[in-house]
Nanobody, 116 residues
Framework: VQQVESGSGLVQAGGSLRLSCLASGTYAMAWFRQAPGKEREFVAFITWGGGDTYYADSVKGRFTIARDTGKNTMYLQMNRLKPEDTGVYFC??????????????WGQGTQVTVSS
């Protein structure tokens, strides 16, 4: 199983960015992020079929997670970005849930920087 993220960038506050993760295998998938000097935190997850999604309160209403199983690709559409969204974003595959311990496969991470 391999995860490869893409879509990193620098945007101004209020802007948008879409991250993609190319992944193989029939797993639930998630996005986590890690800001400098902070622990990795949960952002969102989606079940294998895409029928269920769950978001951290800090991104609810601004971020949308989706997947295209035919393309083995998961997306994170990020709107109304805030400086506190800055960090390295990781995609992960596993059992689902909000804990990093529930995920077995991780991408290398992609940088998102939001300027104020």
């Amino acid at each position: 199983v391999q995860q490869v993220e893409s879509g990193s960038g620098l945007v101004q506050a209020g802007g948008s960015l879409r991250l993609s993760c190319l992944a193989s295998g029939t797993y639930a998938m998630a996005w986590f992020r890690q800001a400098p000097g902070k622990e990795r935190e949960f952002v969102a997850f989606i079940t294998w079929g895409g029928g269920d999604t769950y978001y951290a309160d800090s991104v609810k209403g601004r971020f949308t997670i989706a997947r295209d199983t035919g393309k083995n690709t998961m997306y994170l559409q990020m709107n109304r970005l805030k400086p506190e969204d800055t960090g390295v974003y990781f995609c992960a595959a596993g059992d689902g849930g909000v804990s990093s311990n529930q995920y077995h496969y991780w991408g290398q991470g992609t940088q998102v920087t939001v300027s104020s």
